[in-house]
């Protein structure tokens, strides 16, 4: 059967059970510890006190219903037991251990709702009806007992007996007696119901604060989700930025050693019949070139390994402004005509200035060799300001090719790395003929 039905509505329905039989329990065990007398007409359940009135009987089947069902409707089983509560009060006055199904009910409304208007109200309604339900209970009793006692008064004074004369009473105390419901009784009524207001109140409180504590709980974990899913998209940003980075510096290094290679590679062959000499230099110079770039290479490609073997790699210096002259006399060695001014006085840049200057002349020279044509030449300037390094290269060769844009990796690389750095860059034709690339990379102002 608990395939079907919810493990959670047999539970409550268990509970409702359980303050049913707490109810009449100990009234039957009372019952059987008493023998009943020889003569004795009375039954066990009437000597046991268990309800014969089947009002009662339907007032508590409809808290035991709204026990089971206050997990699955809360509204519902609130509405049910409050009808089986005020049902009970009007016909016994007081409370029984079966009536605490309503502040159960009332505690799972607040635990569960999100509206603590609604909850509030619905507790202010039902305080309001268990007081009117007692209220009328008391008020019915007190008009039976004068009713009862009107009868026996005007039976005494048919049997000619003398009436019993009540004590005379106070004028005021008549007149609240002559009222439809007496202020006594809206006092001791008022004095009974506190404690069910008082438990009504309490359960209200400790579901309420439940509820407050499980929003609490799904918006730290949602916050926590949140945080998570933020580090993990910057762990992604980051490893897609060391990537790119990675594959910039490695387009650098690959192109101009490669460029540099070729070139020298030529300039060999060409003098290898009629210069022997010149060939074995050239040639030296692609033994040196080679293992430059595969010495950068294997730095880069290892910049994250941390086994022994890459330690030397990654605490090997990055090029920087220092190195241009010695790359301008490697392009030199391969026949390109490098001429090269710097303007200012040179200062100590942050790192990531330096590599990137370094990166742009480098790139800008390795285009020139590669696309400039040959006898090309080309014009370095490095301007030294507090501010801002500015470098310019420019050549004279073919410049760009009729329809080209200038837009190719190397030189998408330069512009992300000024870009990083905020800076600015210019690239286009020169004024006369070639190709020439401005960048200006701030540095800062240094007191």
């Known amino acids: 059967m608990s395939r079907f039905v919810p493990r959670h509505l047999l539970a409550d329905a268990a ?132 009713a009862a006692a009107a009868a026996k008064q005007a039976q005494q004074a048919l049997d000619g007996q003398e009436p019993t004369t009540p004590q005379r009473q106070p004028d005021e105390t008549r007149m609240l007696a002559n009222t439809a419901i007496p202020v006594g009784a809206l006092v001791e009524t008022g004095q009974a119901v506190l404690e069910m207001w008082l438990l009504l109140v309490a359960a209200y409180a400790v579901g309420d604060g439940i509820r407050t504590r499980r929003a609490h709980l799904v918006a730290i974990e949602q916050r926590t989700a949140d945080l998570a899913r933020q580090e993990r998209q910057r762990a992604t940003l980051a490893v897609a930025a060391e990537r790119t980075r990675i594959t910039r510096e490695l387009h650098d290094v690959v192109a101009h050693g490669m460029s540099v290679m070729v070139v020298q590679a030529q300039g060999a062959a060409a003098a290898l019949d009629r210069h022997p000499d010149r060939a074995a230099t050239a040639l030296q110079h692609v033994i040196e070139v080679g293992r430059s770039s595969l010495s950068e290479m294997r730095r880069l490609l290892t910049a994250e390994r941390t086994d022994p073997a890459g330690e030397d790699a990654r605490l090997a210096p990055l090029p920087g402004i220092g190195a241009i002259p010695d790359l301008v006399d490697q392009l030199r060695s391969a026949g390109m005509r490098i001429d090269l001014r710097i303007e200012g006085v040179p200062d100590v840049l942050p790192a990531a200035v330096d590599l990137s200057a370094y990166r742009i002349v480098q790139e800008a020279l390795t285009n020139t ?38 837009s190719g990796n190397g030189l998408r690389g330069i512009a992300e790395r000024v870009a990083m750095l905020g800076g600015t860059l210019e690239t286009g034709r020169a004024p006369d003929r070639g190709f020439r690339l401005g960048a200006t990379l701030p540095v800062g102002a240094r007191p």
């Open 369 to 406: 060799l590669k696309h400039a044509g040959p006898d090309a030449g080309a014009w370095v300037r490095l301007e030294f300001d507090p501010e801002f390094l500015r470098v310019d290269v420019t050549d004279d060769g073919q410049g760009l090719a009729e329809g080209a844009d200038g």
């Open 15 to 146: 509970l409702a059970l359980a303050l049913l039989a707490v109810t009449l329990g100990p009234n039957f065990v009372t019952a059987l510890a008493s023998p009943q007398k020889p003569g004795d007409s009375v039954g066990f359940l009437a000597r046991a006190g268990v309800p014969l009135d089947y009002i009662w009987w339907l007032c508590a089947a409809l808290a035991i219903v709204g026990v089971a069902l206050r997990r699955r409707n809360a509204v519902v089983a609130l509405v049910l037991t409050a009808a089986g509560t005020a049902g009970h009060l009007l016909l016994q006055t007081k409370f029984q251990l079966l009536d605490l199904a309503l502040p159960l009910v009332l505690y799972t409304l607040a635990a569960m709702s999100r509206r603590r208007r609604f909850v509030l109200g619905a507790l202010a309604v039902t305080m309001i009806l268990t007081y009117l339900a007692m209220l009328g209970s008391r008020v019915d009793m007190a008009h039976n007992q004068k």
